[in-house]
């Protein structure tokens, strides 16, 4: 196992895992929790790592971060605005803000497709650069990111939990109930989404920060990665208690990078990575659904064979 | 109380579709009045509801609720002092959200709730919900945590109706909300209804299609066709009227005779 996955393998896996699985929370508020299919994910992940490599190459490598969750703020609110002021569909609302998103990102990264941040200070250079032995140089990226996720993890949990997080919750679960409880939905929808934009846009931040570049076509396919991590999450962690759903998400993106590293390890060519995400995400969605399935024919064929058992018996009676 | 004059509202208008919901709509409510409604489908009984409650606005005519005008007052300021129950007992609760959580959202409309909007759910909070619940007698109390999902569909009417009147209301909006449940869970939930509005003195409306419910319930009964109130029964004439009387009266009303088999049906039951 140490020759085919080395723990440097499985290293990175943990730690870009940790990074896309603030999407897959991102995910979880507005799709688990508001039911709404946001799909300006994508640029929105771009425009956090663009707005937050602007600032980092400015010197600011810590500003960047809530820099690039602003960005996210605003570009929520705008799909937000579309949807509840002006009856937008939620998917649509989501294509439009991402696609506008596109010329946005185009125009923070100067007009050029990509910007690259190398030689400039990041935070996660800058941590590294706190201790000089062999072990901090290795885990100092893990140990950041893990301390960001668990925050952001504890937050969540604690936001959901308040009477502005419970509206939410309920304006995702009964928007009948919603209407008579003196909640305006079209108030917690808005901040439902500004809070998930936020995570998406700390995302692209520290991936931005992490590989030291950033490139227009970053975030093309993130909301198919952050999905299959968030069903890969519920699948593993069930869909009970609040603070085991948000740790789900976690382990749903890590399980995902590793499955990912895998097959970079089978050394399958990089034209077909993108079908094999697809297939990942197509298995991880069908696998309860498939599980039940084969019980049920199971089942099936077990009952004929009794019938089918039971009219011999008569039959030689 | 409340105060509605002239109001109308049509769907659909200039399409083949169009239906007059609600033509002239006049009623006046006093304080503490538990008036019953009754009408065939599509009388605009619902709609009515739905105009109060601030689903839609209304094409023309005001509202008015305890002197301040609500015709254009969006719906969810409405219902910090409306209570509403659906005839679908899932329509009231979030059923993902366990009964503490359901009742702190209903909570949010207690004027002296506050704390802000970072507040969590408080022990003198959860000591009160507990000491509702168990007013409903069915041992909700013991399972504050539970998702609202796994209780019966009785359970969660209960339920609804104690979140609605958590905070009591100006006025309680009641449709058809025992119709969906089974006969002695629906007596159970009517019983409680009854308890709480004598109780607090809450004014109510109350769509029924039993017409022994539309005459006992209340000291008011109210007649519905094509959108508006054809009869509006009180007092002394009403305790002296029977079923018959109320099926002819609507007769004479409506100028054609009831055809809903449900009220019908429920009348044979009753008698």
């Known amino acids: ?317 | 109380m409340l105060k509605i004059e002239h109001v109308f509202k049509t769907f659909n208008t200039g399409t083949v579709n169009e239906k007059k919901a609600l033509t002239d709509l006049n009623l006046e409510l006093n304080d503490g009045d538990f008036a019953t409604i009754i009408g065939s489908n599509g009388a605009g009984k619902s709609t009515m509801f739905n105009a109060i409650a601030g689903s839609f606005y209304t094409d023309s005519g005001f509202i008015e609720l305890d002197g301040e005008d609500i015709t254009f007052t969006p719906e969810h300021t409405r219902s910090r002092y409306i209570g509403r129950l659906f005839q679908d007992p899932l329509m009231g609760t979030a059923p993902h959200m366990t009964i503490e959580e359901n009742l702190s959202v209903a909570y949010l409309r207690a004027s002296e709730h506050k704390r802000g909007i970072f507040s969590h759910v408080s022990k003198s909070d959860r000591d009160k919900f507990r000491e509702q619940l168990s007013l409903l007698d069915m041992g909700l109390e013991n399972r504050m945590n539970t998702p609202v999902g796994l209780l019966s569909g009785g359970q969660r009417q209960a339920l609804t109706l104690l979140m609605a009147t958590m905070v009591t209301p100006k006025l309680l909006m009641l449709d058809e909300h025992t119709a969906a449940l089974d006969p002695s869970t629906a007596a159970k939930v009517l019983d409680l209804t009854k308890k709480i509005i004598k109780e607090r003195n809450i004014s109510c409306l109350m769509v029924t299609h039993n017409m022994n419910q539309a005459l006992e319930l209340g000291n008011r009964t109210l007649m519905m066709n094509n959108g508006n109130i054809v009869f509006d029964v009180a007092g002394e004439e009403r305790s002296h009227m029977t079923i018959n009387d109320l099926l002819n009266k609507f007769e004479e009303n409506a100028g054609k005779a009831l055809n809903n088999d449900r009220i019908l049906l429920s009348t044979k039951e009753g008698v």
């Open chain 1, 1 to 317: 196992m140490t020759g085919f996955l080395t723990a440097g393998i499985i290293r990175t896996a943990l730690e870009v895992g940790l990074i896309y699985s603030l999407v897959a929370l991102s995910l979880f508020i507005s799709y688990s929790i508001l039911n709404i299919c946001d799909l300006s994910t994508d640029g929105c992940y771009t425009l956090g790592c663009a707005v937050g490599a602007i600032v980092t190459i400015a010197g600011h490598p810590f500003l960047a971060i809530p820099a690039a969750m602003l960005a996210g703020i605003c570009s929520g609110y705008v799909t937000a605005l579309l949807q509840t002021k002006f009856g937008v569909e939620s998917i649509l609302a989501g294509i439009i803000v991402n696609t506008g998103l596109y010329t946005v990102n185009l125009a923070v990264m100067g007009f050029s497709s990509n910007v690259s941040i190398f030689g400039t200070d990041t935070i996660f250079s800058i941590f590294k650069n706190l201790n000089s032995s062999g072990f901090w140089k290795d885990w100092c990226s893990l140990i950041l990111l893990t301390a960001i996720v668990v925050t952001v993890c504890f937050l969540i949990k604690w936001f959901l939990g308040t009477t502005l997080g419970l509206s939410i919750r309920a304006t995702g679960d009964s928007p009948a109930m919603v209407r008579a409880s003196s909640i305006n939905p079209l108030f917690t929808i808005t901040v439902g989404l500004c809070c998930s934009n936020a995570l998406t846009g700390l995302a692209g931040c520290l991936i931005g920060q992490y590989n030291k570049t950033c490139d227009i076509n970053l975030g093309t396919g993130m909301v198919t990665i952050a999905l299959a991590s968030l069903v890969i999450g519920e699948t593993l962690m069930g869909k009970g208690r609040m603070m085991f759903r948000i740790l789900g998400m976690v382990v749903g993106s890590c399980f995902y990078r590793f499955i990912i590293s895998i097959a970079l390890r089978l050394n399958v060519p990089t034209e077909a990575f993108k079908l094999v995400s697809a297939v990942i995400v197509a298995i991880a969605i069908a696998a309860p659904r498939a599980k039940q399935l084969i019980a049920f024919k199971h089942k099936q064929m077990q009952a004929f064979q009794e019938r089918k058992n039971m009219r011999g018996d008569k039959a030689d009676a």
